[in-house]
C-alpha cells in the first residue's frame, strides 16, 4: 500500500516549486519586457555609433582615410572637411589596442583605404590600454561588425543597454525626455551641436578658466610607457606592410591644460615621435597642440574642441593629407 505521508509530501513539495516558478515569472517577466523595450528603443536612436556604422557599410569599399582616437580625436575631426572619402572610428576613453583591432577586422573591407590616422596627444603612452571588458566592445560588435572580447561571441555580447546602463540611460533621457538638441550628428556621426562645455558655461572667461579645475593626468609610467609604445611600433609595422600612409595627431589643447603637462610625459613622448620619424618612410605629423589660431570659443573644455574648433582642426589635416597624395 503507498506511503500516504510520503504521496502527501511529494505533493505540496511539488505545490510549492509551482508556486514558487509562478511568482518567479509574474516578477521577472515585466523586468524582461522592459530590458527588451529600452533595447529596441536603444536600436532607434540615433547615435554616433550607429551613423557610423551605417556609414561604414554604405561607403567601406570607397573610403580612403581612416581615423582612430580618444574622445580628443572624435571631438576633433569632422570627415566633412575632408575632400577624401572618410571615416572616423574614434570614441570616448579609446585606445591604441581597441584602434589596432577594429583597423585590423575592418581591413578587408576597407579595399581603398591609403592613409590611417592615429593619435599620440600627450600622456596618450602612459595611459592603460583598454581592458577586454571594455564596455564599447558590444557597441563596436553591434555596429561595426568586430570582436574584441578575444574569444568566442554569446548572444549577450550582443546587447547595448547592460553594457552601460548609465550612459545609455543619459542617452535616451537627453533625446526623448530632455529635448535639448544636444544630440544633433551629420552623416559622418559627427555631433555639430556639441558646444556646451566647460568654456561655455564660463561664457569663454581665461581668467575664470585658470582658476578651475583641469582635468590631466601629470602621472609618468615607465612600465605603462614601455609597453605602450612597443605596442605601438606594431601598429606601425602592420601599417607599413599594407603599404598605408600613416599620419599621426595631437589636436589642440588650451594653455591652461598646456601648463600643467608633466615635462617627462611630454619629452618622452616627443622622444619616441622622432625616433618613428627617423624609422618609417610614410609617416607624417600634425601636433596643433599649442597653435594660437585655436581661441578659446574654438573649445568646450581644456582639451577638446568644440564643432568650430573641430573645422579647423580637420582644415589641416585635410590640407597634410592632400600635400602627401
Request: hydrophobic content about 35%.
Amino acid at each position: 500500500m503507498p506511503d500516504q505521508k510520503k504521496n502527501l509530501f511529494i505533493f505540496n513539495f511539488n505545490k510549492h516549486i509551482s508556486s514558487f516558478l509562478k511568482g518567479g515569472l509574474l516578477f521577472f517577466t515585466p523586468v524582461i519586457i522592459f530590458c527588451i523595450l529600452l533595447e529596441l528603443l536603444i536600436l532607434i536612436t540615433p547615435t554616433s555609433f550607429s551613423i557610423i556604422g551605417n556609414y561604414f557599410d554604405e561607403k567601406q569599399e570607397s573610403l580612403e582615410i581612416v581615423i582612430f582616437g580618444s574622445s580628443q580625436i572624435l571631438n576633433s575631426i569632422n570627415p566633412k572637411f575632408l575632400e577624401k572619402p572618410s571615416i572616423n572610428f574614434s570614441s570616448g576613453m579609446q585606445h591604441h589596442n581597441t584602434d589596432f583591432k577594429i583597423l585590423d577586422q575592418t581591413r578587408a573591407r576597407l579595399k581603398n583605404l591609403k592613409t590611417v590616422v592615429f593619435e599620440v596627444s600627450y600622456g596618450h603612452f602612459e595611459v592603460r590600454h583598454n581592458s577586454r571588458y571594455f564596455w564599447k566592445n558590444n557597441v563596436f560588435l553591434k555596429y561595426y561588425g568586430v570582436n574584441l572580447k578575444d574569444r568566442n561571441t554569446y548572444p549577450s555580447d550582443y546587447l547595448l543597454y547592460t553594457s552601460n546602463p548609465a550612459f545609455f540611460s543619459r542617452l535616451l533621457y537627453g533625446n526623448y525626455l530632455k529635448n535639448d538638441g544636444s544630440y544633433q550628428y551629420n552623416a559622418f556621426g559627427f555631433n555639430k551641436n556639441k558646444y556646451e562645455g566647460k568654456f561655455k558655461t564660463l561664457n569663454y572667461d581665461t581668467i575664470l578658466f585658470n582658476k578651475s579645475y583641469v582635468k590631466i593626468n601629470r602621472r609618468a609610467d615607465k612600465n605603462i610607457f614601455k609597453h605602450n609604445v612597443s605596442f605601438f611600433y606594431n601598429m606601425l609595422d602592420y601599417c607599413e606592410n599594407e603599404g598605408l600612409n600613416i599620419v599621426i595627431i595631437s589636436p589642440p589643447t588650451f594653455n591652461n591644460y598646456n601648463d600643467l603637462r608633466n615635462p617627462v610625459i611630454l619629452k618622452r613622448r616627443d622622444s619616441i615621435l622622432s625616433v618613428i620619424s627617423e624609422k618609417y618612410k610614410n609617416i607624417y605629423f600634425l601636433n596643433s597642440e599649442q597653435d594660437e589660431k585655436f581661441t578659446a570659443k574654438m573649445f568646450w573644455d581644456e582639451k577638446h574642441l568644440n564643432p568650430d574648433g573641430a573645422e579647423l582642426f580637420t582644415s589641416q589635416l585635410n590640407e597634410l593629407i592632400n600635400s602627401i597624395e
